[in-house]
Each structure stands twice: as structure tokens, then as C-alpha cells.
């Protein structure tokens, strides 16, 4: 589609980027940006903040709300969202977001769901559990009630008395082995295939509905433990199919159940969101292939029905990049937009930057999202410039 035009460029960043920094908004405004995804819930990380004039690092150490944490919001809940010190200040989210819109700049509140060490290490019955047994902290189990219920909340509360534009939501859906986590030493081991294998979430749960699909839990299990191992003993192939380890039905009750999870999460979020915010435009972090977990899982049948606009993950200067963008557009026609996500931060190699971006463009997006605001130096910064000066309308 080569000559798709871009008709909305979005920029990311947390509250801390902009609370402190009297130069933030300026930064914003010489860049041309004129909308900001802003982290109202987020999972742990550690930030730089190279051209903030207050701190050069923030260390985000567990998954929070960055909103106060009213007890009459939460009362009742099992699994409760956690505050932050480190935002810089109690409503952070808030406290920027006003900043912004005073500014003239569109804010969406960029909220993260499934994602939380913290909760899941408090709550390991709500978390993913793969076929050894094997429990992921960091992954919340997006079927499990209790889960429901929170990311309910978490969304309503994040949005509460704020004049937002939208929302963008991040994780809604399953995480699997794949993350990002401190001193992580599972890079390689399961490849290929073995990504999707072990990020099949075998909870009682999960059990059960494949038992009501007609599928034996237990015998679909033992296939899932023996394609693990003969992935690791080099006899079975990375780019084996799914069905080379379960019978289609057995495929097709993992992503049945999976999927529909997927849906009723992402429909009490949006009915929270939309109870708050009637108009609020709606971006979901997702990709095109069905088996996919993590932060941007799987596009399921029924998402784009629900959603303005789909984000993908462009970030690596890729073929593949380019592919996912072109997948997903032709998934979901032309009444969603298509959003590409592009970062300028390493190892991206700044002078690919502009081809990469046209690439995905004439593959399908006509948003970009541009990562991220507060982690640049001011070369990248510079670069996120460029990306918007030869985009702009």
C-alpha cells in the first residue's frame, strides 16, 4: 500500500519524564507532537532519563498504579494494585497528564494489564503456569476472576477525573517465557517452537475448559512435556508446526480458550474505560499471529470490533517487522487503523530509521507510535524528529 499516508503520530513516556522537567513540554512541542501515551499503570522497570534536569535514572522496582490506591475502589478485591514512590508524586499520572493538557497535548492513559512481579509473586494462583508446573510470577492469568476484577479497576481508576483522549492498552491478554526480567537466562533455550510450547498456560483452569472443548488435559500435557524435550535434545525442528506436538483439536481448544479470555478481559476494560470516558478512543497492543504472548498478544477474531486502533511492535529495523504490519492490516480491513510501534533506542541503528518507518507504512500502518520520550538522549531525540517531520500531514 504504497501510498498509505500517516494520519496520527502518538509519542510514549512516563509521568516522571514530565513531572520536574520545565523544558518536557517544549521538548514535546518543538518535536511536533501534539498526543502523548502516558503510563498510568506500568510494569517494573529501570529508566533512563538522560535530559531530565532532576535525575538521570528512575528505578521503577515493581509493576504500579500511578494513581492513589483508594480503598473504596478496591475494597473486596483479592489482587490489588500497588502505588509507587519513585513517580514524583502521589497522582502522578494525573499530575503530568494536567501538565500535557494544558499544554494543548492529547493524552491517552497507556495502560499495562497482566504484567506484575510484585502481584503475582503475592498472588501465585493467578498466574500462568506452564506444562512442567513451572509458575510465571510476571504473568498474570487474564481468565482467572480475581485477575478480571483487578484489571477492571485498575483501568476505571486509572482513567478516574482525568480529561483524557484515549486509552492504550498494553498486555491484554497472556504472557508467556518470554521476559524481559533481571538477569534473564532463558534467551535461546526453548527456540522457535519451543516459545509457543512453553507459554501454553496449563492452569486447573485452563484444564477444565479443554475438558469441556472434548480434549484429555492430562494426555494433551504429556504431548506438550515430550515436544519440549525432543526440542532440546535436537530432534524435533524450531520451525516444527504446533500440530507436529497436538492434534488440531487439542491446537484448537489452546487458542479457544486462550482467545476467549482474551475477549472477556479486554471487554470489562473497555466497559470500565468507557463508563468513565464515552469517547475515549481506544488503541490495543497486539500482533497478528494467534499463538503469540506477551505484552502485545495475539489479535484474536473478535478484537478489532472492539478497537479504534492496533498497535504492533516495529521496533527491530526488520523484514519481519515489516510483515507483522502488513499481517495485521490485512486482518483487520481498513475500518481499524494500524499503528506501528518504532523506537530509536539501541541497537537500532539511527541511519535505518526513516527507511524502516517508510517500509511500514507502505506495508499497512498509518499511525506511528513513537518510543519513547523520556528514555532518549538528544540524538535519538533529534531522530523521533525527523520520523515526524517527514510523516506529518
Known amino acids: 500500500m504504497s501510498g498509505r499516508t500517516v494520519d496520527r503520530i502518538v509519542a510514549h513516556a512516563y509521568p516522571w519524564d514530565v513531572l520536574g522537567d520545565p523544558h518536557f513540554v517544549d521538548r514535546a512541542r518543538a518535536l511536533g507532537v501534539t498526543e502523548i501515551s502516558l503510563a498510568a499503570s506500568y510494569h517494573s522497570t529501570r529508566a533512563a532519563t538522560p535530559l531530565h534536569p532532576a535525575h538521570k535514572v528512575v528505578d521503577a522496582h ?4 500511578y494513581r492513589p490506591i483508594r480503598p473504596a475502589a478496591w475494597d473486596g478485591h483479592a489482587v490489588t494494585a500497588r ?55 510476571y504473568a498474570l492469568a487474564p481468565g482467572h476472576p480475581d485477575i478480571v476484577r483487578y484489571a477492571r479497576t485498575l483501568a476505571a481508576e486509572a482513567v478516574r477525573g482525568v480529561d483524557l483522549h484515549g486509552v492504550s492498552i498494553e498486555a491484554c491478554g497472556q504472557l508467556g517465557i518470554a521476559h524481559v526480567g533481571p538477569h534473564e537466562k532463558t534467551d535461546g533455550a526453548f527456540p522457535g517452537i519451543g516459545d509457543s510450547l512453553m507459554s501454553i498456560s496449563c492452569t486447573e483452569r ?128 481498513e475500518a481499524v487503523d494500524v499503528g506501528a510501534y518504532v523506537s530509536v533506542l539501541p541497537p537500532k541503528n539511527l541511519d535505518d530509521v526513516s527507511s524502516h518507518v517508510a517500509a511500514t507504512v507502505a506495508a499497512g500502518a498509518n499511525e506511528l507510535h513513537l518510543y519513547h520520550l523520556g528514555l532518549v538522549n538528544k540524538v535519538q531525540l533529534d531522530a523521533l524528529g525527523r520520523i515526524v517531520r517527514e510523516n506529518a500531514l
Request: proline share 6%; aromatic share 4%.
Open 62 to 65: 515493581h509493576a504500579a498504579l
Open 206 to 333: 485452563e484444564r477444565a475448559l479443554w475438558a469441556e472443548r472434548g480434549v484429555d488435559p492430562d494426555k494433551m500435557i504429556a504431548k506438550l512435556r515430550s515436544g519440549v524435550d525432543a526440542l532440546s535434545r535436537g530432534t524435533l525442528a524450531p520451525d516444527a508446526a504446533i500440530t507436529d506436538v497436538l492434534g488440531e483439536a487439542e491446537a484448537d481448544a489452546v487458542l479457544s480458550v486462550r482467545h476467549a479470555d482474551a475477549d472477556a478481559l479486554r471487554g470489562a476494560v473497555l466497559g470500565a474505560v468507557r463508563a468513565e470516558i464515552p469517547a475515549a478512543r481506544v488503541t490495543l497492543h497486539c500482533h497478528p499471529n494467534p499463538w503469540k504472548t506477551g505484552p502485545s498478544p495475539a489479535l484474536t477474531p473478535a478484537a478489532s470490533g472492539d478497537v479504534d486502533a492496533v498497535l504492533v511492535s516495529a521496533w527491530p529495523g526488520t523484514a519481519e517487522t515489516v510483515a507483522v504490519t502488513k499481517d495485521t492490516r490485512a486482518i483487520v480491513g
Open 83 to 137: 502505588a509507587a514512590t519513585w513517580g514524583g508524586s502521589e497522582d502522578a499520572f494525573a499530575d503530568a497528564a494536567r501538565i500535557l493538557i494544558d499544554a494543548g497535548i492529547r493524552v491517552n492513559a497507556w495502560i499495562v494489564l497482566s504484567h506484575s512481579t510484585v502481584l503475582g509473586q503475592a498472588h501465585p494462583d493467578v498466574t500462568v503456569v506452564n506444562c512442567f508446573g513451572d509458575r510465571y510470577p
